[in-house]
DNA sequence: CTCAAAACGGAGACTATCTCCATTTGACTT
DNA sequence: AAGTCAAATGGAGATAGTCTCCGTTTTGAG
């Protein structure tokens, strides 16, 4: 069960393969925190201390390595959505949900980018976790609904859309005269005055 | 005065200098069109028969290119904005200003990228144009809370964010279940109920 | 100890960005 | 019409990144 998540859940890793994918794995996560999700590869195989070849035989796409780094992100994402569903409030919990969406999202610079391309492309390693992601928006959003603290136009995929689209400014226009808070305030209360309509 | 256009206010440009900018500009125009701003300068160079130095000589970055290219949507856009300082409803102008800008923003794929870059780069061939977006974004908004039609606790900086973030979601999400109106009008009115606080 | 399968690594084929400078071209001057 | 020289050219080459292929090394089961 440890091993499984230090293998990716592949078994039967001989005990170098085991130990260089580990290691490469510890070293992309340090470079994607420092440079965002286009790190050079090259480099955190040089790192790492082991070839390309090495590299791309255990991680065949920038995706998949960067999917692998984010494995214990998406595990405290999930726990927190057991929480989220106890939460009584069902517009508090909306909105806890989509602010941890959104730190999620901004675990490196630039991951909106392929995670949004792996919305849409079907077969990514990013996108199981999109799916269920996109599962739990949905369910949340649906007890707001149904309490009436959100509208009824709005769906789980414009939310998970808007989440991303924040999550992308914010981490590149950091400290551009907004915040979080403030931009994550328009998206749900809008920036109109509301004695309209 | 209409060479100015052709030139980008550089005066006295050599005929074959001018014939290879405008050739170079076309092309670019195209590429952009189809594969986004990040297609290949080396590409559109050939195409255009002229040599590498050639085209970095004329737009010494590619930010230099993609500003040149959208010269005639920046005219566009300033143009409407007098039509929209002229509409009666601060609302509507609002409205309409912001959907342009979207407009503007969507002219190819991953425009948002760069703009957003320029508008902290503060030098930058596109940072012009962002401030003059900015300070327009800020007249037409300043009507509207004058008016009681925006909140005041919303900033013109963070109706520009907005409108980047959607512009770059709505243009790599395209048909993912989602439309320019809906997103619009959640950034607009909020997900949540308006019958609260 | 043996040896087949598993894993390795790095050379090399691509593609792209950007610079440099020997050569060519255009537009004045006479 | 010829002469001149700054302006402009283009493409070779430096640099950097992605990804593949395959001869060599390592592991661990028998």
Redesign the interface.
């Known amino acids: 069960m440890t091993t499984d998540a230090a293998t990716g859940g592949q078994p039967n890793l001989r005990a170098d393969a085991r130990r260089n994918r580990e290691r490469v794995l510890e070293v992309a996560k340090r470079h994607f925190d420092l440079h965002g999700v286009s790190a050079s590869l090259e480099e955190i195989a040089r790192e790492a201390g082991v070839g390309a070849g090495t590299l791309y035989r255990h991680f065949p796409s920038r995706e998949a390595l960067v999917a692998a780094t984010l494995h214990d992100r998406q595990a405290e994402l999930l726990g927190l959505s057991q929480q989220v569903r106890q939460m009584p409030d069902a517009?508090a919990a909306l909105s806890r949900w989509l602010e941890a969406l959104q730190t999620y999202l901004r675990t490196f610079n630039g991951l909106p980018?392929p995670v949004?391309?792996a919305?849409?492309k079907e077969a990514s390693p990013l996108s199981l976790s999109c799916e269920t992601l996109g599962e739990l928006t949905s369910e949340v959003l649906a007890r707001a609904q149904r309490e009436?603290?959100?509208?009824n136009?709005?769906?789980a995929?414009?939310?998970f859309?808007?989440a991303?689209?924040?999550a992308?400014?914010l981490n590149?226009?950091e400290a551009?005269?907004?915040s979080a808070e403030?931009?994550n305030?328009?998206?749900?209360?809008?920036?109109?005055?509301?004695e309209?309509s």
Do not use: M, P
């Open positions: 517009d980018d949004l391309a919305l849409k009436g603290s959100a509208r136009t709005v769906s995929n414009d939310l859309l808007g991303i689209a924040i992308w400014v590149r226009a551009c005269g907004t403030k931009l305030a328009i998206f749900a209360h809008g920036y109109q005055e509301t309209r």
